[in-house]
Protein backbone atom coordinates (compact mmCIF):
# COMPACT_ATOMS: atom_id res chain seq x y z
CA UNK A 1 0.00 0.00 0.00
CA UNK A 2 1.49 3.56 -0.54
CA UNK A 3 0.05 6.29 1.42
CA UNK A 4 -0.44 9.81 -0.42
CA UNK A 5 -1.08 12.70 2.00
CA UNK A 6 -1.81 16.08 0.96
CA UNK A 7 -1.35 18.73 3.18
CA UNK A 8 -1.17 22.80 3.28
CA UNK A 9 -1.14 24.97 6.70
CA UNK A 10 -4.22 26.75 5.46
CA UNK A 11 -7.53 26.14 4.42
CA UNK A 12 -9.29 26.48 1.32
CA UNK A 13 -6.60 25.47 -0.96
CA UNK A 14 -8.13 22.73 -1.89
CA UNK A 15 -6.63 19.49 -0.64
CA UNK A 16 -10.00 18.03 0.30
CA UNK A 17 -11.38 18.23 -3.29
CA UNK A 18 -7.90 16.62 -4.33
CA UNK A 19 -8.09 13.67 -1.89
CA UNK A 20 -11.44 13.40 -3.55
CA UNK A 21 -10.80 13.21 -7.15
CA UNK A 22 -7.42 10.91 -6.28
CA UNK A 23 -9.58 8.72 -4.23
CA UNK A 24 -11.68 8.12 -7.77
CA UNK A 25 -9.39 8.42 -10.07
CA UNK A 26 -7.26 5.52 -8.81
CA UNK A 27 -10.57 3.57 -8.38
CA UNK A 28 -11.35 4.39 -12.17
CA UNK A 29 -7.80 2.59 -12.36
CA UNK A 30 -8.77 -0.10 -10.81
CA UNK A 31 -7.02 0.24 -7.36
CA UNK A 32 -8.38 -0.57 -4.28
CA UNK A 33 -8.07 2.28 -2.42
CA UNK A 34 -8.72 3.82 1.47
CA UNK A 35 -9.29 7.26 2.18
CA UNK A 36 -8.37 8.44 5.48
CA UNK A 37 -9.97 12.36 6.80
CA UNK A 38 -8.07 13.81 9.39
CA UNK A 39 -9.62 17.34 9.10
CA UNK A 40 -12.11 17.30 12.32
CA UNK A 41 -13.80 19.94 9.76
CA UNK A 42 -14.79 15.85 8.00
CA UNK A 43 -15.11 17.93 4.55
CA UNK A 44 -13.74 14.18 3.40
CA UNK A 45 -16.47 12.36 4.76
CA UNK A 46 -19.07 14.44 3.61
CA UNK A 47 -17.55 14.41 0.23
CA UNK A 48 -18.16 10.60 0.60
CA UNK A 49 -21.40 10.68 2.33
CA UNK A 50 -19.53 8.50 5.22
CA UNK A 51 -21.29 10.53 8.04
CA UNK A 52 -20.36 9.26 11.52
CA UNK A 53 -23.27 8.37 13.73
CA UNK A 54 -23.67 8.95 17.15
CA UNK A 55 -22.03 5.73 18.52
CA UNK A 56 -20.24 4.59 15.65
CA UNK A 57 -16.09 3.92 15.34
CA UNK A 58 -14.23 6.75 13.28
CA UNK A 59 -10.53 7.50 13.36
CA UNK A 60 -10.08 8.85 16.42
CA UNK A 61 -11.04 5.70 17.97
CA UNK A 62 -8.28 4.09 15.62
CA UNK A 63 -5.91 6.04 16.79
CA UNK A 64 -6.91 6.00 20.81
CA UNK A 65 -6.48 2.25 20.37
CA UNK A 66 -3.09 2.69 18.96
CA UNK A 67 -2.43 4.64 21.21
CA UNK A 68 -3.36 2.42 24.35
CA UNK A 69 -1.33 -0.30 22.55
CA UNK A 70 -4.46 -2.23 21.73
CA UNK A 71 -4.38 -4.32 18.10
CA UNK A 72 -6.03 -1.62 16.29
CA UNK A 73 -7.64 -4.19 13.48
CA UNK A 74 -11.23 -4.50 15.60
CA UNK A 75 -11.40 -0.60 15.27
CA UNK A 76 -10.58 -0.27 11.72
CA UNK A 77 -13.11 -3.24 10.83
CA UNK A 78 -15.69 -1.19 12.94
CA UNK A 79 -14.79 2.10 11.55
CA UNK A 80 -13.98 1.95 7.96
CA UNK A 81 -16.98 2.66 5.40
CA UNK A 82 -17.68 1.74 1.91
CA UNK A 83 -18.31 4.50 -0.60
CA UNK A 84 -18.86 5.00 -4.29
CA UNK A 85 -14.61 5.87 -4.75
CA UNK A 86 -13.64 3.51 -2.20
CA UNK A 87 -13.02 2.94 1.68
CA UNK A 88 -12.92 5.28 3.89
CA UNK A 89 -11.90 5.72 7.58
CA UNK A 90 -14.20 8.56 8.81
CA UNK A 91 -14.17 11.44 11.57
CA UNK A 92 -16.65 13.74 13.22
CA UNK A 93 -15.40 16.63 14.94
CA UNK A 94 -14.68 14.78 18.05
CA UNK A 95 -11.07 14.69 17.08
CA UNK A 96 -10.78 18.25 17.90
CA UNK A 97 -12.41 17.89 21.73
CA UNK A 98 -10.69 14.77 22.12
CA UNK A 99 -7.48 15.26 20.39
CA UNK A 100 -6.38 18.48 22.40
CA UNK A 101 -5.63 16.03 25.46
CA UNK A 102 -2.86 14.41 23.00
CA UNK A 103 -0.55 17.45 23.38
CA UNK A 104 3.00 17.33 22.42
CA UNK A 105 4.38 14.45 22.74
CA UNK A 106 6.65 12.72 19.76
CA UNK A 107 5.58 9.17 20.00
CA UNK A 108 2.09 10.64 18.67
CA UNK A 109 2.86 11.76 15.50
CA UNK A 110 3.54 7.96 15.04
CA UNK A 111 -0.34 7.02 15.48
CA UNK A 112 -1.40 6.77 12.22
CA UNK A 113 1.73 5.12 11.02
CA UNK A 114 1.14 2.13 13.28
CA UNK A 115 -2.51 2.19 12.91
CA UNK A 116 -2.05 2.04 8.94
CA UNK A 117 0.52 -1.09 9.22
CA UNK A 118 -2.66 -3.86 9.14
CA UNK A 119 -3.68 -2.70 6.14
CA UNK A 120 -0.79 -2.56 4.04
CA UNK A 121 -2.12 -5.53 2.08
CA UNK A 122 -5.73 -4.87 1.54
CA UNK A 123 -5.32 -1.52 -0.21
CA UNK A 124 -3.58 -0.58 -3.04
CA UNK A 125 -3.37 3.22 -1.90
CA UNK A 126 -4.07 5.07 0.92
CA UNK A 127 -5.05 8.64 0.59
CA UNK A 128 -5.33 11.04 3.52
CA UNK A 129 -6.77 14.44 3.77
CA UNK A 130 -5.37 16.53 6.24
CA UNK A 131 -6.31 19.41 7.94
CA UNK A 132 -5.58 23.10 7.18
CA UNK A 133 -3.47 24.44 10.40
CA UNK A 134 -0.36 23.12 11.89
CA UNK A 135 -0.17 20.93 14.54
CA UNK A 136 -0.09 17.16 15.50
CA UNK A 137 -2.74 15.74 12.83
CA UNK A 138 -0.69 16.91 9.53
CA UNK A 139 2.49 16.06 11.30
CA UNK A 140 1.08 12.16 11.98
CA UNK A 141 -0.11 12.20 8.67
CA UNK A 142 3.12 13.14 6.89
CA UNK A 143 5.04 10.34 9.38
CA UNK A 144 2.85 8.00 8.05
CA UNK A 145 3.01 8.64 4.15
CA UNK A 146 5.28 7.89 1.39
CA UNK A 147 4.44 10.55 -1.05
CA UNK A 148 3.20 14.33 0.08
CA UNK A 149 1.60 16.35 -2.20
CA UNK A 150 1.48 20.40 -1.13
CA UNK A 151 -1.57 21.41 -2.41
CA UNK A 152 -1.49 25.52 -2.60
CA UNK A 153 -3.60 28.27 -4.30
CA UNK A 154 -1.18 30.39 -6.11
CA UNK A 155 -2.60 33.98 -4.65
CA UNK A 156 -0.55 35.39 -1.47
CA UNK A 157 -2.53 33.72 1.35
CA UNK A 158 -1.63 30.54 -0.28
CA UNK A 159 1.82 32.00 -0.66
CA UNK A 160 1.93 32.75 2.84
CA UNK A 161 0.61 29.26 4.11
CA UNK A 162 3.24 27.14 2.15
CA UNK A 163 6.19 29.08 3.86
CA UNK A 164 4.54 28.30 7.49
CA UNK A 165 5.08 24.70 7.22
CA UNK A 166 8.84 25.09 6.97
CA UNK A 167 9.58 23.98 10.98
CA UNK A 168 6.55 21.34 10.73
CA UNK A 169 7.86 19.68 7.30
CA UNK A 170 11.56 19.46 9.25
CA UNK A 171 10.24 17.84 12.44
CA UNK A 172 8.08 15.44 10.32
CA UNK A 173 10.79 14.39 7.98
CA UNK A 174 13.32 13.53 11.23
CA UNK A 175 10.69 11.59 12.70
CA UNK A 176 9.88 9.30 9.29
CA UNK A 177 13.68 9.21 8.86
CA UNK A 178 14.95 8.52 12.17
CA UNK A 179 11.99 6.32 13.80
CA UNK A 180 9.70 4.52 10.98
CA UNK A 181 13.45 4.35 8.74
CA UNK A 182 11.63 4.79 5.96
CA UNK A 183 12.23 7.85 3.04
CA UNK A 184 10.70 11.34 3.38
CA UNK A 185 9.75 12.47 -0.01
CA UNK A 186 7.88 16.06 -0.80
CA UNK A 187 6.61 14.49 -4.59
CA UNK A 188 5.50 17.85 -5.57
CA UNK A 189 3.56 21.34 -5.25
CA UNK A 190 0.23 21.14 -6.95
CA UNK A 191 -1.20 24.55 -7.85
CA UNK A 192 -5.03 24.49 -7.61
CA UNK A 193 -7.80 26.72 -8.44
CA UNK A 194 -5.32 28.11 -11.17
CA UNK A 195 -6.00 30.79 -14.10
CA UNK A 196 -3.53 30.35 -16.74
CA UNK A 197 -3.89 33.56 -18.52
CA UNK A 198 -3.65 35.46 -15.00
CA UNK A 199 0.56 36.46 -15.15
CA UNK A 200 -0.68 36.99 -10.99
CA UNK A 201 -0.57 33.33 -10.72
CA UNK A 202 2.93 33.27 -13.14
CA UNK A 203 4.86 35.25 -10.81
CA UNK A 204 3.25 33.26 -7.49
CA UNK A 205 4.73 29.96 -9.03
CA UNK A 206 8.18 31.24 -8.97
CA UNK A 207 7.95 32.04 -5.64
CA UNK A 208 6.55 28.58 -4.76
CA UNK A 209 9.48 27.27 -7.52
CA UNK A 210 12.15 29.20 -5.01
CA UNK A 211 10.24 27.18 -2.14
CA UNK A 212 10.05 23.96 -3.63
CA UNK A 213 13.95 23.88 -4.46
CA UNK A 214 14.88 24.78 -0.74
CA UNK A 215 13.10 21.45 -0.06
CA UNK A 216 14.03 19.27 -2.50
CA UNK A 217 10.76 18.96 -4.60
CA UNK A 218 9.26 21.08 -7.61
CA UNK A 219 6.33 22.58 -8.38
CA UNK A 220 4.90 20.24 -10.74
CA UNK A 221 4.52 20.97 -14.77
CA UNK A 222 0.64 20.46 -14.37
CA UNK A 223 -2.14 22.14 -12.57
CA UNK A 224 -5.74 22.38 -11.74
CA UNK A 225 -7.85 25.09 -13.22
CA UNK A 226 -10.50 26.72 -11.26
CA UNK A 227 -13.84 25.39 -12.33
CA UNK A 228 -17.53 25.94 -10.94
CA UNK A 229 -18.06 22.11 -12.18
CA UNK A 230 -15.85 21.25 -9.25
CA UNK A 231 -17.59 22.70 -6.74
CA UNK A 232 -20.86 21.79 -8.44
CA UNK A 233 -19.46 18.25 -8.60
CA UNK A 234 -18.72 17.90 -4.61
CA UNK A 235 -22.52 19.22 -3.82
CA UNK A 236 -23.61 16.40 -5.33
CA UNK A 237 -20.93 13.72 -4.23
CA UNK A 238 -19.84 12.83 -7.44
CA UNK A 239 -16.45 13.04 -8.49
CA UNK A 240 -15.24 15.49 -11.31
CA UNK A 241 -14.90 12.25 -13.46
CA UNK A 242 -18.58 11.42 -13.17
CA UNK A 243 -20.34 14.99 -12.56
CA UNK A 244 -17.93 16.14 -16.20
CA UNK A 245 -15.68 13.95 -17.66
CA UNK A 246 -14.95 16.58 -20.36
CA UNK A 247 -14.41 19.49 -18.42
CA UNK A 248 -10.73 21.07 -18.01
CA UNK A 249 -10.53 20.44 -14.13
CA UNK A 250 -11.30 16.41 -15.15
CA UNK A 251 -8.58 16.49 -17.38
CA UNK A 252 -6.29 18.61 -15.07
CA UNK A 253 -7.10 16.07 -12.03
CA UNK A 254 -6.55 13.13 -14.71
CA UNK A 255 -3.05 14.66 -15.18
CA UNK A 256 -2.26 14.15 -11.73
CA UNK A 257 -3.71 10.07 -11.14
CA UNK A 258 -1.21 9.83 -14.14
CA UNK A 259 1.52 10.64 -12.69
CA UNK A 260 0.81 9.71 -8.93
CA UNK A 261 0.65 6.31 -10.78
CA UNK A 262 3.52 6.63 -12.66
CA UNK A 263 5.78 7.31 -9.69
CA UNK A 264 4.57 4.53 -7.01
CA UNK A 265 4.48 1.83 -9.77
N1 LIG B 1 -10.05 23.89 -8.98
C1 LIG B 1 -11.05 24.47 -8.30
N2 LIG B 1 -11.91 25.30 -8.93
C2 LIG B 1 -12.92 25.88 -8.27
N3 LIG B 1 -13.19 25.68 -6.98
C3 LIG B 1 -12.40 24.86 -6.28
C4 LIG B 1 -11.28 24.20 -6.89
N4 LIG B 1 -10.67 23.43 -5.95
C5 LIG B 1 -11.37 23.60 -4.81
N5 LIG B 1 -12.40 24.45 -5.00
C6 LIG B 1 -13.39 24.91 -3.99
O1 LIG B 1 -12.68 25.61 -2.97
C7 LIG B 1 -13.20 25.32 -1.70
C8 LIG B 1 -12.11 24.76 -0.80
O2 LIG B 1 -11.68 23.49 -1.30
P1 LIG B 1 -11.26 22.33 -0.28
O3 LIG B 1 -10.81 21.17 -1.08
O4 LIG B 1 -12.35 22.10 0.71
O5 LIG B 1 -10.00 23.04 0.42
P2 LIG B 1 -9.17 22.59 1.73
O6 LIG B 1 -9.45 21.15 1.94
O7 LIG B 1 -7.75 22.88 1.38
O8 LIG B 1 -9.68 23.45 2.84
C9 LIG B 1 -14.35 24.34 -1.92
O9 LIG B 1 -15.56 25.05 -1.91
C10 LIG B 1 -14.07 23.76 -3.29
O10 LIG B 1 -15.26 23.37 -3.94
MG1 LIG C 1 -10.23 20.29 3.65
Redesign the pocket.
Known amino acids: MKIISYI?T?????????TLQTCAGLIKAGKRVLAVDM?DKA?LTSFLRAHVKKGESELLDVLLAVGRDDDPKPVLEKAIKQTKYGDVLPTSDRLTNEGAIWGSDMLNTLLLQKALEPLQKQYDYCVI?TP?RQGLLPTMAMVASDIIIV?VKPEASGLADTYKMEKQIANAKIIREQIVKKDFKIDGILP???VPRSTHYKEHLEYLQAWADKHDTAVYPFY?????D??KS?DKGLSIFDYKKSCN?AQDYEVLISHILDVTK
Open positions: QGGGNGKSVSDTDGVTMYIRRSMLSVT
